[in-house]
Every structure is written in C-alpha cells, then in structure tokens.
C-alpha cells in the first residue's frame, strides 16, 4: 500500500516557534524528516487505533 501522500501544514505563530526552534538547534530539514510519511507508516497506523470518544488522537513521529 502506497501511503506517500502529500501532507500540508499550518504553522500558527511561525517566529514565536522559529525562535524556539532556534534555541534547541532544531532546522526545518529536521522537522520535515521528522514529519515524513514513509518513515511514520507505523505511527500512522498507530494513531488511527488509539482515537479516544472524541475521534481525537496524538501522533508521535518515528522520532518523538
């Protein structure tokens, strides 16, 4: 099953989070691998499973 799909964003106070980012020496490169879908296919699948009532979940990436 091919799950390389294209995955959008939104990032809400984007120099608020840069600046935090910054401070831990975290690059946009880091966050982008973090986020990709091939190496997340476990913690996809993972998240569906574990949806609480609401339908809400929490996704943990390959990396934490």
């Known amino acids: 099953m091919?799950?390389?799909?294209?995955?959008k964003t939104t990032e809400y106070a984007p120099a608020i989070f840069k600046a935090i980012?910054?401070?831990d020496k975290i690059t946009?490169?880091?966050?982008?691998?973090?986020?990709?879908?091939?190496?997340?296919?476990?913690q996809m699948f993972k998240a569906k499973e574990s949806a609480g009532k609401s339908g809400s979940f929490f996704f943990f990436s390959f990396d934490r």
Do not use: G, W
Not at 2 to 7: L, M, R, S, T
């Open 2 to 7: 091919d799950i390389n799909e294209e995955v």
């Open 21 to 23: 980012r910054d401070m």
């Open 28 to 42: 946009d490169e880091m966050i982008i691998k973090s986020l990709d879908t091939e190496a997340n296919r476990q």
